[in-house]
């Protein structure tokens, strides 16, 4: 297949651009900056058009977006022109030469009131400007372009760049003080897993709307608890706080797991997030 990844100098993007190489796909990744990609803007419409109309792939998979939550929460108008036009602009210039699109959105479009893990259909409320952005994204989609695959995930861990595990091991190794919150429950879900399934999903054409995570969800806290116990930071105390004791521009939704039984419907699971982490801490050279 001829695919373009936008975002391809990201966490997500440039393991889908290694992973889609090896599978023989003709890839062509885009992105504001970086090496070995090609530039492009997606608040750009013209931009946006030629280049894609230019390539001309499939399929266009698209996990650009501006994921910094509190810097949406400080610049709203910024995110949607990011998150949501930004993707109605590559939903448009997909669909102008019948290419299907792959979203990568975010459990954030729900606001973590339910008492179970969402379900793909389930209603969506964002309750902060960037899962307000994300979810414009979504419907900005939907509307565009009926070649769509939603995808939604949640607390995504990556190998070489900022994530939840090096932040906490790395306060941990320098004898810090961990305070985490026990109210915020979502899915950790490894980008090499998310990457791998949506290289699966794309030669569906079952298009839809998709929770691709690592199967389970917990609360930050046992998240956290769970792999420093695995590195052997067994006796390192992490202070059990709630949502409301760590004040910070983006108030996450709390109860915000996501249950996949689209995916499932295609053959498409995750393995249980505990295999993930261990999987990654494992290659990351914290278990030898
Ligand atoms: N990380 C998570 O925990 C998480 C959870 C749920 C959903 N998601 C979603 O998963 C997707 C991938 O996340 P990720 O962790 O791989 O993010 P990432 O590493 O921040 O990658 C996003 C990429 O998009 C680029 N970008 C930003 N603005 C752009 C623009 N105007 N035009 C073109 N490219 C632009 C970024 O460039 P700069 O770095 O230069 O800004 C970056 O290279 C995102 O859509 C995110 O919303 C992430």
Known sequence: MRIVVTGAAGRLGSKLMTLLRGQGHQ???????G?????LDITD???TRAAIGDINPNVVIHPAAWTDVDG??????????INGFGTQHVAVAAAH???AVVYVSSNEVFDGTLNRPYREYDTTNPINPYGYSK????????????KHYIVRTSWLFAHGGKNFIQAVLNLAKQGKPLRVVTDEVANPTYNDDLAEAITRLIVTERYGTYHLVN????????FARYFLDKVGLVDTPVEKI????????????????????????????????????DAFLEAEGFLA
Do not use: H, M
Not at 72 to 81: F, G, Y
Not at 247 to 273: D, E, H, M
């Open 27 to 33: 890839v062509t990744g885009v992105d504001v900056v």
């Open 35 to 39: 090496e070995g990609v090609q530039t």
């Open 45 to 47: 419409f013209a931009a």
């Open 72 to 81: 949406c929460a400080r610049e709203p108008e910024k995110a949607i022109a």
């Open 97 to 99: 030469i019948g290419a």
């Open 135 to 146: 979810w414009v994204g979504e419907r900005a989609l939907a509307q565009v372009n009926p």
């Open 215 to 222: 199967e389970g969800s917990c609360s930050r806290w046992a």
């Open 242 to 277: 709630i949502v409301a004791q760590w004040p910070r521009p983006s108030i996450p939704p709390t109860y915000c797991g996501l249950a996949n039984l689209a995916g499932k419907q295609v053959g498409i699971q995750l393995r249980p997030w505990q295999q993930a982490v």
